[in-house]
């Protein structure tokens, strides 16, 4: 099983990105999705979650209105569409696949919000 995110970069306050997550040697369909971050010293933080079936999106308070999770099931593919970015998403933001079974994590891309 692989997942690998891209899309990240240096963007400026303000600004927008999309980070895309593609997945391999798993059902994809069957799993849940999620995008996390984690700043240096610090824990992952859960930032959005797609579920499997019914698509339904669920938000951290911080990003709520300003990004948005979609998946492509054809593509094998999770994506973060993240606008009006401020200093404090800067982070590496890792993709998760999760079933009843197991988990399965990305290597991460860096998000850095400078002017």
């Known amino acids: 099983v692989q997942l690998v995110e891209s899309g990240g970069g240096l963007v400026q306050p303000g600004g927008s990105l999309r980070l895309s997550c593609a997945a391999s040697?798993?059902?994809?369909?069957?799993?849940?999705l999620n995008w996390y971050r984690q700043v240096s010293g610090k824990g992952r933080q859960l930032v959005a979650s797609?579920?499997?079936?019914?698509?339904?999106?669920n938000y951290a308070e911080p990003v709520k209105g300003r990004f948005t999770i979609s998946r492509d099931n054809s593509k094998n593919t999770v994506y973060l569409q993240m606008t009006s970015l401020k200093p404090e998403d800067t982070a590496v933001y890792f993709c998760?696949?999760?079933?009843?079974?197991?988990?399965?994590w990305g290597q991460g891309t860096q998000v850095t919000v400078s002017s």
């Open positions: 040697g798993l059902v994809f369909r069957t799993y849940a």
């Open positions: 797609i579920t499997s079936n019914e698509g339904t999106t």
């Open positions: 998760n696949a999760v079933n009843g079974l197991a988990g399965y």
